[in-house]
Structures are given as C-alpha cells and as structure tokens.
C-alpha cells in the first residue's frame, strides 16, 4: 500500500560527503520509524527534492510535508525553496506542505539542553 | 562564584533578527538550566563570539566550551570558526574547546524523529 503522504527531510546539501553523512545519520532514527519519510538535498548533493517530489508523485502520493533540516529560516526558507515548490506544485500537480525549519520546534531547545548538559558531565567525569 | 567554565552556544548570525530570535528561543532552555550558558555569534549580530570571549576572560573564567548551534560542519565550522578561536587563545590566553555541532549527537536525531512524529499526528488529528 502506499503511504498517502510523503514526508521528506529537506536538507541543504554540499559537494563534500561528510556534510551528507552527518544528515543521513541525523534522519536515521525518523526514517526507522516512518516508512513514508525520506531525506532529500536542497542543492549540491542527490537525491535532489525535485526528485524526490517526482518519486513521491510516481508513487501515488497525493501529499508532501517537507521538514527543513535547517535550525532557522534565512533566504534559503524564506525565498529559494518556497519558490521551488511552487514550480513543483504546478508542473506536478502535486499538495506540498512546507513546515517550519526544526529549529522552531521547541523540543530542539530540550533536546539541545540535555546535550549541552550530557557534555558538561562528559567533561566532569 | 565565578563559574570555571563558561558554555558558548555560537550561531552563525545574520542582519535578519528573526533568524537570531529563533536561536535565542532554541537556546532559551540551556540558558535557564545552565547560568554558565551564553549565546554568542560568528558574524553579523551581536554578541559576537570574541566580545563573548573577553567577557569570559574578564569573569575569569578558565576554560571555554563552544557548542556549535549547526547541524552540520560545513566550511565555518572546518576553517572559519577554528582559526578564530586560535586568535583568541592567544590573543586572551584563555583555554577554549570547539565541540562538534549539535547536529552529530544522537540525541538530536531522536529528537528530530518525536518532532516528525508530532507533526503527523497533528495532522491527522
């Protein structure tokens, strides 16, 4: 069956892999969880998010979220991509749902305290 | 009491006070659990991380920890952001430690999985 949304983790992207392995390790939880979820690169690095919306609509999904893997909207969030999903909508026909960079979510600000915690009592022990 | 050490929680800044305000709510729960905590600035907003660094010094604090609010360690954290920090150690004579950007810990990646899985059901509720 195929999952009726579409959940993908849109990450910027660069030419250098580590960049890219840290978001792969980052989402391997979510992904783990979620079936429907998949990483995609805003630039410099594939899967592209203009494949993956191509993926997603030849898989039948009717709904995309995208989740920015960013911790704040600047002129990427603000202008670049919300323009690419315009173009997307229309030459795909497809509902796209852009949310809020992760770092607006309150629970980033708990899980940020417990790492800056856990690393001060690394340093302690 | 002088804390010993003092964290630096180093964003990458911008002329745009939204995206400085979104730090500042990320940070919020660190700050109030943790009064050694402090945000600071690579460019383009205020406090920078070398006016964060003098203040450490004049508290007379002996080690700086600097927490990296990125997910990802991209040319900033490689290049731009160590030799800074090199300038200020020998400028002010203080000890500081880089630590990886909080995207590495896989704490945030948990994190980032409860929020996906809040938002679907949100949705769909």
């Known amino acids: 069956m195929t999952a009726p949304t579409r959940i993908l983790l849109l990450a910027h992207g660069s030419s250098d892999q580590r960049w890219c392995q840290t978001f792969e390790a980052l989402a391997a939880p979510t992904l783990a969880s979620l ?4 990483v ?6 594939e899967p592209s998010l203009e ?6 609509v030849t898989d039948g999904v009717a709904n995309i979220q995208v989740v920015p893997l960013f911790l704040a909207a600047g002129r990427h969030l603000r202008k670049d991509v919300p323009a690419m999903l315009e173009d997307y909508r229309q ?5 796209i749902t852009l949310l809020p960079p ?3 979510d309150p629970r980033l600000g708990l899980a940020l305290r417990d790492i800056v915690q856990g ?3 690394e340093t302690h022990d």
């Open 35 to 38: 079936p429907e979820a998949r």
């Open 40 to 45: 995609a690169y805003m630039e410099l690095a």
């Open 51 to 56: 494949t993956e919306v191509r993926e997603a």
């Open 91 to 95: 030459r795909y026909g497809v509902d």
């Open 102 to 104: 992760i770092g607006e």
């Open 119 to 121: 690393t001060l009592e």
